[in-house]
């Protein structure tokens, strides 16, 4: 990890903007290093500061969060850069597309404080953050309203035990979890998501999310 983690808040609020410096700057391994009030500028300050991890709020105006995220995740120069949408209610509509466009995770504006910073760092390591409310509507909605378009994850490449890990990523549980789960070690269970990201070409594990989804493996809770 380095010194410090780098954060990019975007948000059309300024009162909400200057909240959340104040949390994040008091942390002595995080600092926000710019603001943007709408999508466009989000995406010229990204290239300008680039940042270890954005805070990037859905709903603004001249260029919306999701087509902010999207066009941040496709830029090579921001390929470091990752996004952690904050949305206001559980299951907003750009908050299923977000995570098509490169969302690495999703946390609700109500969340406490500690909540929000150790969510900054969870996706600055890699470990895509999920509300669990947000995640189970979220499988909820994907399942109910299919795509014909989304393509169908290759699984028969995987081996019975990426598959499981494949199951349980895709329900929103994290690396220790997994391990207790499947009774295996923490290592172990990095070394399946390894793979599992190499032959599903995901960008991260939000990505994997994703593929849990498209493969059916992943169904609503009642």
């Not at 380095?2 to 994040?24: F, G, N, Y």
């Not at 172990?188 to 498209?214: C, E, N």
């Amino acid at each position: 990890m380095p010194e410090t983690i780098r954060v990019l808040l975007v948000d059309d609020q300024a009162l909400l903007r200057h909240s959340l410096a104040m949390i994040i700057d008091n942390e002595p391994d995080l600092a926000v290093v710019g603001e943007a009030g709408d999508g466009a500028d989000a995406v010229a300050r990204a290239r300008a500061t680039r940042p270890d991890v954005i805070l990037m709020d859905v709903r603004m105006p001249h260029l919306d969060g999701l087509q902010a995220t999207r066009r941040i995740c496709a830029d090579p120069a921001l390929c470091a850069a990752r996004v952690l949408v904050l949305s206001m209610f559980e299951l907003d509509e750009y908050v299923y597309e977000a995570l098509h466009a490169g969302a690495s995770g999703f946390l609700l504006k109500d969340a406490r404080p500690e909540e929000l910073i150790e969510a900054i760092r969870r996706t600055y390591r890699g470990e895509s953050l999920f509300a669990p409310s947000i995640l189970t509507r979220l499988v909820a909605h994907y399942v109910a309203a299919p795509r014909p378009d989304r393509p169908t994850p290759a699984l028969r490449r995987l081996t019975g035990r990426e598959v499981d890990v494949l199951t349980l990523i895709g329900g929103g549980l994290s690396n220790d979890e997994i391990a207790t789960a499947l009774m295996i070690s923490v290592k172990t269970v990095k070394t399946h998501i390894t793979h599992l990201m190499a032959k599903l070409a995901a960008r991260d594990r939000a990505q994997l999310v994703i593929a849990a989804f498209d493969a059916g493996l992943v169904r609503p809770r009642p």
